[in-house]
Structures are given as structure tokens and as C-alpha cells.
């Protein structure tokens, strides 16, 4: 899914000064719910005038929230799927895999966070010194 490989809105400030659309890559968003679990929207592929475009192949992103301990946790996913139904019946299976990969990630972050904690005295020799650097006073 071409779509979703990129950061949708952003544009790389390094390649570009200008703000643009690209009109090579357009969709026409329709957005579906049951008004209990969550959302579906449909990405079908247009071109710049706006008509379908047959040469690229119609996206499903499915969004719900996940109640935590740490308060509701938004998910938005890809989902697989030929048609509006397959991808309604395939919304479950894709919203448990994006929060397993959401839950890992988190646990991954909170890993290297608490890695990079600092210990004052840590390192800094066999006395415990804080240092501070190698500042000398004349």
C-alpha cells in the first residue's frame, strides 16, 4: 500500500520548500462505521480529474480505540480485502494485530527509556565524584 508507506499531510522539508499534493497519487475517501467498534475508510484510487484510476488497486484503513490501563489507546490500521465486506470481515483480525504491534513498540520504547536513565556518580570515577566536566578554577 503505497498510501500508507508514507507520512500522509507531511512533506520532507529537506527535498522541498513547497506544500503540494501529488496529483499522481490521489484517492477518493469514503468513510463507513457501525457506530460501535470503529471506522472504515475506503482509498479509491483517482486520478487528477478526478475518475478512477483502474491501474492502482482500492485501500482499506480501519480505526478504533483500545481501552488501557493508561486511558483509551487510538489505533489506525491497513486491512486486506477485495471489497467493503471483505474488509469489514477482516477488521478484527487486523485491529488485534496493529494493537499487538502498538503494545510492542510501547514496550520497546519504555526498554530504551529505561536504558538511558542516568545515574548521578555513575561513571565518573572511583570517588562518586558528580564532575563537572573539565572545567578548571584558576
Not at 483509551?72 to 477482516?90: R, T
Request: proline fraction near 6%; charge should be negative; glycine fraction near 10%.
Amino acid at each position: 500500500m503505497e498510501l500508507l508507506n508514507k507520512e500522509p499531510g507531511m512533506n520532507n522539508p529537506e527535498t522541498s520548500n513547497e506544500i503540494r499534493m501529488d496529483a499522481a497519487n490521489l484517492y477518493l475517501e469514503e468513510v463507513f462505521t457501525d457506530n460501535a467498534v470503529g471506522t472504515l475508510r475506503r482509498l479509491s484510487p483517482v486520478t487528477a480529474s478526478g475518475d478512477p484510476d483502474a491501474t492502482r488497486s482500492t485501500q482499506f484503513v480501519g480505526a478504533t480505540q483500545v481501552l488501557t490501563t493508561a486511558g483509551p489507546l487510538p489505533l489506525s490500521f491497513e486491512i486486506d480485502g477485495k471489497s467493503l465486506a471483505e474488509a469489514a470481515a477482516n477488521f478484527g483480525d487486523a485491529a488485534k494485530a496493529a494493537f499487538e504491534r502498538t503494545m510492542e513498540e510501547l514496550k520497546e520504547m519504555q526498554r530504551k527509556q529505561a536504558s538511558s536513565i542516568v545515574v548521578p556518580g555513575a561513571g565518573t570515577g572511583s570517588m562518586g565524584s558528580m564532575g563537572g566536566g573539565n572545567f578548571q578554577m584558576p
